[in-house]
């Protein structure tokens, strides 16, 4: 009897390891399909025409940065060193400062990823170009992947607690304020984009932790496969719930009273702020032939930008600025719904040195 027994159990036993086995190596081989299906691509949009292989330079960098946690802000890049990029000691990317840049002015930028320059090499980010052409003062990128405008006020705060100094201060926002606060997994304001996995990471616990485990050896990538394959259907749960909605308007107004708190921390230690709405492929009319946008993301996000334009209509604050139109025309600048070619990053830039030379108390130029 005890040996039937024990040969049922070494036959279960063999069962369950050949079935975890054939668990993990189907898990990595979705691994590899959805690498192949979602990998990096945009060095071949044709807004890299003729500069692909330099494209791919700068995407290989971008796809090889860590992170770090940063009290606060929540997280900051470390330092790296690669071919298209430079990221110092503080987390933040630099570029070479033009011949004649003198010590003073102080400019200091915030912003996400589309501040920080993804899509673009150390010389054309909006800071490097803005510094190309003024040719002068020292100018510092603060931006970090995915922030949004809570997180540039937090940045901002520390910045000045440690006793750093700033004769203008730009914010450079919109995109992820909707992007990373619209998802409807995101349930209490302010947020940010990593709340579901600071959530499990890190207060889900020792059984959190085991499921986190077993997740990734096991399904990780067969759900994701499933999920791509769900995607394409036609019915699919909403993602998103801003559209028409408090959750929406409270994103909008918490962005411009961010920028109202930014302002008066600037402004009371005697620097000037401007706050600028940045473009995003669903509002206005860039060329988007090329792209495939996620049209529900884009229609929470119309809603959202037309409650933002809506304050600052009333408002009429003279250091708020809409750029959210900037790139309409013909010629292809994204290569997502909101990263640019430096193109892109061109336009913005010849924008912000308008402002940067030009007494922007006067008036508030529609762009």
């Known amino acids: 009897m005890m040996q039937k027994i024990l040969s049922y159990a070494k036959s279960i036993t063999i069962s369950v390891v050949v079935f975890l086995i054939l668990l993990a190596v189907t898990n990595w081989a979705a691994g590899i399909y959805m690498a192949k299906k979602g990998g990096e691509k945009r060095h071949l949009l044709p807004a890299y025409e003729h500069e692909q292989e330099a494209a791919k330079a700068i995407f290989n960098d971008y796809h090889s940065v860590a992170h770090r946690y940063k009290p606060f802000a929540e997280w900051q890049m470390l330092p790296y060193q690669g071919k298209t990029l430079s990221i110092n000691d503080q987390g933040l990317r630099t570029h070479t400062p033009p011949a004649g840049a003198t010590a003073n002015p102080v400019i200091r930028f915030f912003g996400g990823s589309t501040m920080w320059g993804e899509g673009s090499d150390d010389a054309n980010t909006i800071p490097a170009l803005v510094h190309q052409k003024i040719n002068s003062g020292t100018v510092i ?172 209509d009333t408002q009429q604050q003279p250091w708020i600025y809409d750029f959210s139109q900037a790139f309409n025309g013909e010629d292809y600048i994204y290569i997502d719904f909101c990263h640019v070619t430096k193109t892109g990053n061109k336009i913005i830039a010849d924008r912000l040195v308008d402002l940067l030379l030009n007494d922007t108390s006067q008036s508030n130029p529609k762009y």
Not at 293 to 301: D, K, M, Q, R, V
Request: a negative charge; charged letters at 20%; one cysteine or more.
């Open 141 to 312: 990128n603060h931006g970090q992947l995915a922030y949004n405008s809570r997180q540039n006020l937090d940045a901002l705060i520390s910045m000045y607690a440690k006793g750093e100094t700033a004769d203008v201060v730009i914010f450079y926002d919109g995109v992820n304020d909707a992007a990373f606060l619209c998802p409807n997994e995101i349930q209490e304001l302010p947020g940010h984009r990593l709340i579901p996995l600071f959530q499990k990471k890190i207060y889900g616990g020792a059984k959190q932790f085991v499921l986190t485990v077993l997740n990734n050896l096991f399904t990780e990538n067969i759900l994701l496969v499933i999920q791509y394959q769900q995607s394409k259907g036609t019915n699919q749960a909403s993602q998103y719930d801003c559209l028409n909605s408090d959750k929406g308007k409270t994103v909008a107004s918490m962005l411009v009273k961010n920028w109202e708190m930014a302002n008066e921390l600037v402004t009371s230690r005697g620097g000037k702020f401007i706050a600028i709405l940045q473009p995003v492929a669903y509002v206005g009319s860039p060329r988007l032939d090329h792209l495939e946008l996620n049209a529900e993301l884009g229609t929470n996000f119309q809603f959202v930008y037309d409650e933002v334009h809506k304050i600052i």
